[in-house]
């Protein structure tokens, strides 16, 4: 039973465009939220974050959008490039502080 | 620079052996994690730590054990290799108050 979902495995985008990476989660006792980016042989590295009390949070390139009634968040990287070409997991946090993965997204983003 | 240090890399180890994956932190987090990832897969919690002497088992059931003699050290021990633990183990720690967690490299076990 997983809680938290990426349902596309992997996503290619052009350079230069817009990449979406998407999230849903079924726990509403969720309360923070993480994005994570992942090179193969390394271990992840921390993105961005959005707090469930805020739908949308912003940092140069990346945007994270939450709506907490579709139980939804997604990623938006733009403009894309080459050296964002990795995997990607969405994270959730409880009131345990644990954070719940999803199973990844590999984006491509070809030249 | 790396807060959390991982060690070994990479390990390639016979059947049967006994290995032991090192995890330091020096950020002084009280919580420590292990993760487990197969390729395309999500990480699996396999243990974690809130504090010294306090150690837990996670969601995937594994055949390994921890430790948490010291704050700043997490070490995971399999007392016999087996090819079905062949994966990639990643240890990260956060701080008490919860936030993100600070992920080590990693470590890549091959057992043949």
């Known amino acids: 039973d997983q809680q938290v979902k990426q349902n596309s495995p992997s996503l290619s985008v052009q350079e230069g465009r817009i990449s979406i990476l998407n999230c849903d989660y079924t726990?509403?006792?969720?309360?923070?939220f993480l994005w994570y980016k992942k090179y193969p042989a390394e271990g992840p590295t921390f993105l961005i974050s959005i707090s469930s009390i805020k739908d949308k949070n912003e940092d140069g390139r990346f945007t994270v959008f939450l709506n907490k009634s579709a139980k939804h968040l997604s990623l938006h990287i733009v403009p894309s490039q080459p050296g964002d070409s990795a995997v990607y997991f969405c994270a959730a946090q409880g009131s345990a502080r644990q954070l719940t993965f999803g199973s990844g997204t590999q984006l491509t983003v070809l030249p | 620079e790396a807060d959390i240090y991982q060690t070994p890399r990479y390990l390639v180890i016979g059947t049967g052996k006994k290995i032991t994956l090192e995890c330091s932190q020096t950020m002084g987090h009280d919580k420590m994690y292990w993760y487990q990832q197969d390729p395309g897969m999500e990480l699996h919690l396999i243990h974690y730590?809130?504090?010294?002497?306090?150690?837990e088992k996670g969601d995937l059931s594994s055949e390994s054990t921890v430790s948490r003699i010291r704050t700043e050290h997490f070490p995971l021990t399999l007392e016999s290799a087996r090819p079905s633990h062949t994966s990639q183990y990643l240890c990260?720690?956060?701080?008490?108050?919860?936030?993100?967690?600070?992920f080590g490299s990693g470590t890549r076990l091959t057992v043949v």
């Open positions: 726990n509403s006792m969720f309360d923070y």
């Open positions: 990260a720690s956060s701080a008490r108050t919860g936030g993100g967690y600070t």
């Open positions: 730590s809130y504090g010294v002497n306090s150690t």
